[in-house]
């Protein structure tokens, strides 16, 4: 049992500064932001003399809003080199220093009365959240035993929902939302960083990462005692020298390098089309609309920030019962229904949306949509997404695999958060279509081309993908021969 418990606050350090802060972070800006825009004015005004224009405001505030993504695509592009050179480990404790600069900007913004110190802390932020949205999923997934891989890899998307309530939590006008309060709620973040700067040195690095990148077999062993006790690990280790045996004389590919192999054709269709959906499948939208739809059932203004944490709350719901189901169910099912119950409830939203203000129980049926549709999101795309670029990529495909997929995230982030303001005034109640589309093709992808990675080793994976991406090779007659095949031999 205490290797268990070695296992669980191992989950708990990389966690707590990792993706938790992604959410924390996206979570806590909404509160103070009428607050900060009237901070930019009155500080443009004791520069300058003249007040700001409301439109010039609301673009500097969007600037504030886009620094966010922009960063985490900068931290998604670095955590690939970081994450081999550094080792998983050391890259999420060094990616603790970005949350720190960030929190020191914030903090004095206001004693320094300069709006662009808050532009910087949140380019910082999301900086340290692109790292730890790559390398924290990784680091577990090759830390965690088969049987419980996706169980363990998706507790980042666990800290993630947990990272959002907290952050609406602490947001409340109560705690730290105030007008006085605002530099130090933007601060705040600096609190998860210094705990896991406390706490995960004491863990393990990554088993896998010492063998098969290192070459260190003392290390990894040690590493796998206190990460699986005394239990018998050579059936695991054998698995692990059967990989670094596939991949020797190899060396940590780079992005462009995954497009021009053809031997992962199928694996980065896979996990571009996953990885584009999350973000395009129009979730983080849902909490755009939630305060306006809160407002329209005639829930009163002040009573609205409570009711979006029930938002956050059914997130977090959501991902701690896919955490418990996925080794049971599998990836394929939860991903296939979490996007058809979300294509479905995207219907039954536009057609409440246009109906709002006819039927008087209609914002009733929107408000059970954002729930239904959030719950849809948190029981499948939202977790096993990030699960799949370790399970279908070998170790020297893995950190450029998180590379494309965190790059994507951010991208795709990026753009929905700007278009989405001009979808909505184009397409009024239907603004939900572009989402509804994103939906149905994902789950078609899901259904017809996604094989299961559920119990399988990292080995077997890459066999079942070798198979579909040289189906059409074989007939043709220039398959590649023994240089392929070799790796099979344990």
Not at 72 to 82: F, H, R
Not at 100 to 126: C, N, P, V
Not at 290 to 302: C, L, M, N, S, T
Request: aromatic share 12%; net charge positive; proline share 5%.
């Amino acid at each position: 049992q205490l290797q268990n418990k070695i296992l669980i606050l191992t989950i708990c350090a990389a966690g707590i500064g990792g993706t938790f802060q992604y959410g924390y972070n996206i979570s806590i800006i909404n509160a103070p932001a009428s607050y900060i825009q009237a901070f930019m004015n009155t500080t443009w005004l004791e520069r300058t003399g003249a007040p700001l224009e409301g439109t010039v405001i609301l673009l500097l505030w969007s600037f504030t809003v886009s620094a966010y993504p922009l960063g985490g695509l900068t931290g998604a592009v670095v955590a690939g080199p970081m994450a081999i050179m550094l080792g998983r480990k050391m890259s999420l404790l060094l990616n603790n220093i970005f949350v720190i600069i960030a929190a020191a900007l914030s903090g004095f913004s206001r004693m320094a009365k300069s709006f662009e110190m808050i532009m910087l802390s949140r380019f910082f932020t999301g900086v340290n959240a692109g790292v730890s949205m790559n390398i924290q999923p990784m680091y577990l997934a090759e830390s965690a035993p088969k049987k419980l891989r996706g169980a363990v890899a998706l507790t980042s998307a666990s800290f993630t929902a947990l990272g959002l309530m907290l952050g609406q939590v602490v947001g409340l006008r109560e705690l730290l939302g105030g007008e006085e309060s605002w530099p130090l709620l933007l601060a705040s973040n600096v609190v998860p960083a210094l705990i896991q700067l406390t706490a995960l040195p004491w863990f393990p690095e990554s088993p896998r990462y010492l063998l098969i990148d290192r070459g260190d077999k003392e290390s990894c062993i040690s590493a796998l005692q206190k990460l699986r006790g005394t239990s018998d690990l050579s059936a695991e280790l054998e698995e692990m020298l059967a990989e670094q045996a596939a991949v020797k004389g190899q060396r940590a590919k780079n992005p462009w390098e995954l497009f021009q192999n053809p031997s992962l054709r199928w694996q980065l269709v896979s996990i571009i089309v996953l990885s584009s959906a999350m973000q395009l499948c129009g979730n983080d939208s849902m909490y755009f609309y939630a305060a306006y739809v809160f407002k329209e059932a005639g829930i009163p203004q002040d009573k609205i920030p409570y009711v979006v944490i029930g938002t956050g709350s059914c997130e977090l719901i959501a991902s701690v019962t896919c955490n418990m189901i996925i080794d049971y169910a599998g990836r394929r099912p939860l991903l296939l229904g979490g996007y058809i119950f979300m294509a479905g409830w995207a219907i039954v939203f536009m057609v409440a949306l246009s109906q709002q203000t006819q039927i008087s129980w209609m914002p009733y049926l929107s408000m059970a949509c954002i729930f239904a549709y959030i719950l849809s999101f948190g029981i499948g795309p939202a977790g096993v997404t990030g699960v799949l670029p370790t399970e279908v990529f070998d170790q020297m495909s893995r950190p450029a695999a998180y590379m494309i997929c965190g790059s994507l995230l951010w991208f795709n982030l990026f753009l929905v958060g700007t278009a989405f303001p001009f979808i909505v005034k184009s397409l009024a109640h239907f603004c939900y279509i572009p989402f509804l589309v994103v939906c149905v093709c994902t789950a078609l992808y899901v259904g017809f081309f996604l094989p299961e990675t559920k119990g399988k080793s990292f080995l077997e994976i890459s066999e079942e993908f070798k198979k579909r991406n040289f189906k059409t090779k074989t007939r043709a007659g220039f398959y590649k021969g023994p240089e392929e095949i070799k790796t099979t031999t344990l």
